[in-house]
């Protein structure tokens, strides 16, 4: 079992930053690729980063390609995803999960994290 919580949501003007930080606790969390998936109001769940255990290689949503970093520190046991230039389309609900493998479908995340709200104002 691996528990996931995440923190760092909040409200930012559009071009702002933000740091989400998803705690893993878990005997074997830091084995496992984490990923970060998003969902706005009235839209399905979509991945936007992924990292594996090692911390290489990542991937990326095209729309997020340039703007996030997705790192993990295994000694913390903690994921991060860096937010630069964010747009009011960011606005979503942010999730991390952990995966046995390095995918981007959600339906290969078992374990998911209660989410944090970001809100990108105009």
């Known amino acids: 079992q691996v528990q996931l919580v995440e923190s760092g949501g909040g409200l930012v003007q559009a071009g702002d930053s933000l740091r989400l930080s998803c705690a893993a606790s878990?005997?074997?969390?830091?084995?496992?690729?984490m990923g970060w998936f998003r969902q706005a109001p009235g839209k399905e769940r979509e991945f936007v980063a992924a990292?594996?255990?090692?911390?290489?290689?990542?991937n990326y949503a095209l729309s997020v390609k340039g703007r996030f970093t997705i790192s993990r520190d295994n000694a913390k046991n903690t994921v991060y995803l860096q937010m630069n230039s964010l747009k009011p389309e960011d606005t979503a609900v942010y999730y991390c999960?952990?995966?046995?493998?390095?995918?981007?479908?959600?339906?290969?995340?078992?374990?998911w994290g209660q989410g944090t709200q970001v809100t990108v104002s105009s």
């Open positions: 878990g005997r074997t969390a830091s084995t496992y690729t």
């Open positions: 999960a952990a995966a046995e493998r390095f995918r981007t479908a959600t339906s290969a995340y078992a374990y």
């Open positions: 990292i594996t255990w090692s911390g290489s290689p990542t």
